[in-house]
Nanobody, 124 residues
Framework: QVQLVESGGGLVQAGGSLRLSCAAS????????MGWFRQPPGKEREFVAA????????YYADSVEGRFAISRDNAKNTVYLQMNSLKPEDTAVYSC?????????????????WGQGTQVTVSS
C-alpha cells in the first residue's frame, strides 16, 4: 500500500510559478512510475506528466510541454512538478498518482494509488 500526500498548491498570478510536491510512503517508491494529473473546474481529470525509474523516461501532455517539469528524488520518496509560465487555464486540483508497472501511462485508470490533491489557482 502506498500513501501519497501533495503540497505546494496555492494562488498565483498568470506568468508565475509554483512547485508541487508529492511525498510517498513505502520503501519501494523507486519502483513506481509516478504521474501528475489535474482536474479543472467542471471538467474531467486529465494527464499532466509522468516519470519512470530507473531510465527516468518522462512524458508530458502537450498543454504543459515546455512549461512544466516533473522530477523525482527517490532518497526522499518525493516527486515534484515545477510549473512555470502559468496560465489561468492551468487552474485545477492537481493530484499525484503511483503506478506499479514500470511503464509510462497517461490514462488515470492505469494508476494504482492516488493522493488527495492540491488546489492550484491562476489569476489573470
Amino acid at each position: 500500500q502506498v500513501q501519497l500526500v501533495e503540497s505546494g498548491g496555492g494562488l498565483v498570478q498568470a506568468g508565475g510559478s509554483l512547485r508541487l510536491s508529492c511525498a510517498a510512503s513505502g520503501r519501494t517508491f523507486s519502483s513506481y512510475t509516478m504521474g501528475w494529473f489535474r482536474q479543472p473546474p467542471g471538467k474531467e481529470r486529465e494527464f499532466v506528466a509522468a516519470i519512470r525509474w530507473p531510465s527516468n523516461n518522462i512524458y508530458y501532455a502537450d498543454s504543459v510541454e515546455g512549461r512544466f517539469a516533473i522530477s523525482r528524488d527517490n532518497a526522499k520518496n518525493t516527486v515534484y512538478l515545477q510549473m512555470n509560465s502559468l496560465k489561468p487555464e492551468d487552474t485545477a486540483v492537481y493530484s499525484c498518482a503511483a503506478r506499479i508497472p514500470r511503464t509510462i501511462a497517461t490514462i488515470r485508470r492505469e494508476y494504482d494509488y492516488w493522493g488527495q490533491g492540491t488546489q492550484v489557482t491562476v489569476s489573470s
